[in-house]
């Protein structure tokens, strides 16, 4: 993501989004083709989430290791970012 692309992108309007998406393709009501679309751009907004999700996670070890605070993080499961990734 461009920085220009990632100051206008709306984190919780695309995982709102990709909420509707997925409960669009779950009733079944669409066709073939919409559920296609649907499906493609409900991989985009996962993709960009994921990376503004890990923009942040970044930003926040930037902050803990300026601050000195990296040892709390150390007893964290590290499993369970691993999930987001998937």
């Not at 220009?4 to 695309?14: G, L, P, T, V, W």
């Not at 079944?28 to 559920?35: A, I, K, N, R, Y």
């Not at 890990?54 to 601050?67: G, N, R």
Request: contains cysteine.
């Amino acid at each position: 993501m461009t920085k220009k692309k990632a100051a206008s992108f709306n984190f919780e309007k695309s995982l709102s989004e990709l909420e509707d998406l997925v409960s669009a393709m779950e009733d079944g009501d669409l066709t073939l083709e919409q559920s296609l679309k649907a499906f493609e751009q409900g991989i985009k907004l996962t993709r960009e989430c994921q990376t503004a999700l890990k923009q942040a996670e970044q930003k926040v070890q930037v902050l803990l290791d300026e601050s000195g605070e990296t040892e709390a993080l150390a007893s964290l499961d590290p499993s369970d970012s691993d999930d987001l990734t998937d």
